[in-house]
């Protein structure tokens, strides 16, 4: 009896000890699909990067920006011009830096990028299908990284008055894994600038508020950053930006008013279910 007592604790022995290897081995598996994904993925983006054309050379079809407003032909006035150029794209004047980028793939909106960081990417929009860059790359094969991309209410044409963009919280730092960082104010410091170009305009922003947050229930009667779109006057416009400021755990002492432009990255957070974490950011340039 004792032998047989003996026997059957080797059994479970044996089977936790093969159960034990097998999780192991499925781990070890996951981590370098995982990995391996997003590297390919930081490929891809690492190529889009390269058809930004820092140098467009002038052509009839090469228009140039005036006063930030109107948009002239260098043939048509005549002389010369060192301001942004554009260029025709079917039926959109857009930045000439982006044309070879937006005619890979029409879905691309601009760009974003924040120096000394991970955060340098293409951004995508897609209103008629919100998320459909949630976990697909820029040439819209499945990527567990995603795209960054702009939320679907936003204008990028008048442009709204806060532009929400939307990135994964990576563990490996890539996409908008860095983002929850900035709940540290010396990193804020050293990072308060973030360019974000659409296909329209160049832009410069200068952080104003970085907090946690959540998604919250439809009746939620309190403040809900990710609801700010379009202000309806001024008062809106500034209880935004004072709520905002207020979840922000130091005084950055930048602030916005009324008929300024914002920028609203937002990624996870692991706080509480369905967290989320957010920088808004205000265009100096």
């Not at 990193?187 to 308060?192: A, V």
């Not at 160049?202 to 939620?220: H, K, L, M, N, P």
């Not at 309190?222 to 809106?236: Q, R």
């Amino acid at each position: 009896m004792a032998e047989t007592k003996k026997n059957k604790k080797g059994i479970i022995l044996d089977i936790l000890l093969v159960v034990f290897i097998l999780i192991f081995v499925g781990t070890g598996g996951y981590l370098i699909y995982y990995y391996h994904t997003i590297n390919k993925s930081e490929k891809g983006f690492s190529e889009v990067a390269g058809l930004i054309n820092e140098d467009v050379s002038d052509s009839g079809d090469t228009f140039y920006a005036r006063d930030g407003e109107t948009i002239e032909t260098k043939e048509s006035t005549g002389e010369e011009y060192t301001g942004e150029k554009y260029v025709k794209v079917g039926d959109k004047l857009i930045l000439a830096r982006y044309k070879d980028i937006y005619e890979k793939n029409n879905d691309f909106a601009g760009w974003i990028s924040i120096p000394d960081t991970p955060i340098d990417y293409p951004v995508m929009h897609t209103p008629k299908d919100p998320e459909f860059y949630l976990r697909r790359d820029f040439d819209k094969n499945y990527s567990i990284a995603g795209t960054i991309f702009i939320d679907e209410r936003d204008d990028l044409e008048k442009p709204s008055d806060n532009i929400i963009i939307y990135g994964h919280h990576m563990k490996s730092g890539t996409m908008f894994g860095s983002l929850q960082k900035y709940e540290d104010e010396k990193y804020y410091r050293s990072h308060k600038l973030i360019y974000f170009d659409t296909l329209y305009e160049r832009g410069t922003y200068e952080v104003i508020a970085a907090f946690r947050t959540q998604i919250y229930s439809d009746d939620y009667a309190g403040f809900v950053c990710y609801n700010f779109i379009d202000a309806d006057n001024a008062e809106d416009f500034d209880d935004f930006v004072t709520s905002c400021k207020a979840l922000t755990g130091f005084e950055t002492g930048v602030s916005a008013s009324y008929g300024d432009k914002l920028i609203s990255l937002s990624t996870c957070s692991y706080h509480v279910d369905d967290g989320r974490f957010v920088v808004i950011a205000k265009k100096i340039d």
